[in-house]
């Protein structure tokens, strides 16, 4: 597509519920990355794919998150056993190779948990 | 540790000059990234720069001193959709952006 497309962009769900969101990239785009953004924030880093793999997980806040990118375009970042503290926007971006600093943003996928 | 400090918030004039500072500390440096976020959207690249000196780009310019570990993003001619937020962002030895938490910048007519 033309640009980094989330979905949801809105999600409400209920503590202990598992949620899923899914960013597409734009097409080429060999890096991948989530964040999290909570009001007045900068982006908080989750999660890196470099291709398929995950080149650098370190922030993920512990083992209830979990991103996959099977085919190296389509990535889903997975929360299990939600909190109220995982509540935030969460941010899907991708570069080329050539300007890895020059990132896309998606729209954002709103997770509220009540 | 790595570190990015910049303003949390300025105001400025329709018409007038306002300069967003910032300081970085990252292991390893690859370059010095501005992005503008409004309210409600996602961060847009604005500016890069990896050597010393100032980048021109129409009304926004960013400046960047290395020794210093010091940038600042100047917006000239203020316009009303300048109200935003500026997030200075350094990319560290590992290629990835450590990001400051944003200058929210407040235009009055």
């Known amino acids: 597509g033309a640009g980094v497309s989330q979905t949801p962009s809105n999600k409400v769900t209920e503590k202990g519920k598992y949620v899923e969101l899914r960013c597409d990239p734009i097409?080429?785009?060999?890096?991948l990355y989530w964040y999290r953004q909570s009001l007045g924030q900068g982006p908080e880093f989750l999660i890196y794919?470099?291709?398929?793999?995950?080149?650098?997980d370190s922030g993920l806040p512990n083992d209830r998150f979990f991103a996959v990118r099977p085919e190296g375009s389509v990535s889903t970042l997975k929360i299990q056993r939600t909190e109220r503290g995982d509540s935030a926007v969460y941010l899907c971006a991708s570069s080329s190779r050539l300007k890895p600093g020059e990132l896309f943003f998606g729209e954002g996928s709103r997770l509220t948990v009540l | 540790g790595q570190n990015i400090d910049q303003p949390t918030e300025m105001t400025a004039t329709e018409g007038a000059i306002v300069q967003i500072n910032c300081t970085y500390q990252t292991s390893g440096f690859n370059g010095l990234f501005w992005y503008q976020q409004h309210a409600g959207e996602a961060p847009t690249f604005l500016s890069y720069?990896?050597l010393d000196g100032l980048e021109e780009k129409g009304r926004f310019s960013s400046f960047l001193s290395r020794s210093k570990g010091y940038s600042y993003l100047l917006l000239k001619e203020l316009q009303m959709k300048d109200s935003a937020s500026y997030l200075c962002?350094?990319?560290?030895?590992?290629?990835?952006?450590?990001w400051g938490a944003g200058t929210k910048l407040i235009i009055k007519p």
């Open positions: 794919f470099q291709g398929t793999g995950a080149a650098d």
């Open positions: 720069n990896v």
């Open positions: 962002a350094s990319m560290d030895s590992n290629y990835q952006l450590i």
């Open positions: 097409s080429g785009h060999t890096a």
